[in-house]
Nanobody, 126 residues
């Protein structure tokens, strides 16, 4: 069974940085997985932030994340990271890690993913 555990959230001032981590277990070796980061705020739907193929074939970012966030992965450790720089109050929310096996042309849609973590909260505020 695939399990995803997020960490690294917290309170940070605007302009600050955080590094989120998603530790994955139960992934089948030699399968192609896509890993994504999503954000949800109260009253709104969960939205994609960034995603990456397991063998780094491609990365996607939303417009708001592009240029400020960087997604990377350490396949040996089974961990995906989201480095978030120059954080803004609108980045506040619960960040979820997700995974799905397969090849896709786009990977920011929530309906694509089969496995989800429990989330880590990010608050950007003075």
């Amino acid at each position: 069974q695939v399990q995803l555990v997020e960490s690294g959230g917290g309170l940070v001032q605007p302009g600050g940085s955080l590094r989120l981590a998603c530790a994955a277990s139960g992934l089948i070796p030699n399968y192609y997985y896509v890993m994504g980061w999503f954000r949800q705020v109260p009253g709104k739907e969960r939205e994609g932030v960034s995603c990456i193929g397991r063998d780094v074939r491609g990365q996607e970012y939303t417009d708001s994340a592009n240029g400020r966030f960087t997604i990377t992965q350490d396949i040996a450790k089974g961990t995906v990271y989201l480095q978030m720089n120059n954080l803004k109050p609108e980045d506040t929310g619960v960040y979820y890690c997700a995974a799905v096996s397969g090849l896709f042309t786009q990977c920011l849609g929530t309906s694509l993913y089969r496995y989800w973590g429990q989330g880590t909260r990010v608050t950007v505020s003075l």
